[in-house]
T-cell receptor, first 113, second 116 residues
Framework: DQQVKQNSPSLSVQEGRISILNCDYT??????FLWYKKYPAEGPTFLIS?????DKNEDGRFTVFLNKSAKHLSLHIVPSQPGDSAVYFC????????????FGTGTRLTVIP | NAGVMQNPRHLVRRRGQEARLRCSPM?????VYWYRQLPEEGLKFMVY????????ESGMPKERFSAEFPKEGPSILRIQQVVRGDSAAYFC??????????????FGPGTRLTVL
């Protein structure tokens, strides 16, 4: 049962343009959301997070938007750079205090120079 | 400031052998999580440990798999009598002592287990 879904397995964007990665979830008990970036043969690297009490969090070129009513979040990267090419995972945590993360299946972003 | 360390990075075992995967959390972190990633899939939670305690093992198969985080030394994920379906990347993550203060888990580079 995939509670966190990333329906686009891949995305290609021109350098300098905006990349928008999407994530949907089914469990309304999730209270904290994270985005990780992963290069081949490496572990996921934390990028940015958002609490369910907020609808936007920004850190440099990265902004995460949360729409709780739609159970949808998105990661915006602007401007996109070739070094951003990687697999991006959306993850969520339950508010029950269980600290394990539920991950989506990932979106492979390719930024074309 | 070293990050989460895992070893070995690559492990090859024949069916029926045992696999031992090690994880040293970041300095100052006492919470360890193990995740498994099968090819073309996302990471799946297996077990959450604190020093000398298993807090949540709901994601771990009931048989052949065990985990520990002793008072001294790294956390160990042990897989007995490995089968081909155990071939995957196993990631360890750690978080600071009080998860209520910081919600972010930091991941190691992973151990890629191949069962022949």
């Amino acid at each position: 049962d995939q509670q966190v879904k990333q329906n686009s397995p891949s995305l290609s964007v021109q350098e300098g343009r905006i990349s928008i990665l999407n994530c949907d979830y089914t469990n309304s008990m999730f209270d904290y959301f994270l985005w990780y970036k992963k290069y081949p043969a490496e572990g996921p690297t934390f990028l940015i997070s958002i609490s369910s009490i907020k609808d936007k969090n920004e850190d440099g070129r990265f902004t995460v938007f949360l729409n709780k009513s739609a159970k949808h979040l998105s990661l915006h990267i602007v401007p996109s750079q070739p070094g951003d090419s990687a697999v991006y995972f959306c993850a969520a945590r339950l508010q029950t205090g269980a600290n394990n993360l539920f991950f989506g299946t990932g979106t492979r972003l390719t930024v074309i120079p | 400031n070293a990050g989460v360390m895992q070893n070995p990075r690559h492990l090859v075992r024949r069916r029926g052998q045992e696999a031992r995967l090690r994880c040293s959390p970041m300095k100052g972190h006492s919470h360890v999580y193990w995740y498994r990633q099968l090819p073309e899939e996302g990471l799946k939670f297996m077990v959450y440990l604190q020093k000398e305690n298993i807090i949540d093992e709901s994601g771990m198969p009931k048989e052949r798999f065990s985990a520990e985080f002793p008072k001294e030394g790294p956390s160990i994920l042990r897989i007995q009598q490995v089968v081909r379906g155990d071939s995957a990347a196993y990631f360890c993550a750690s978080s600071p002592s009080d998860p209520q203060l910081t919600d972010t888990q930091y991941f190691g580079p992973g151990t890629r287990l191949t069962v022949l």
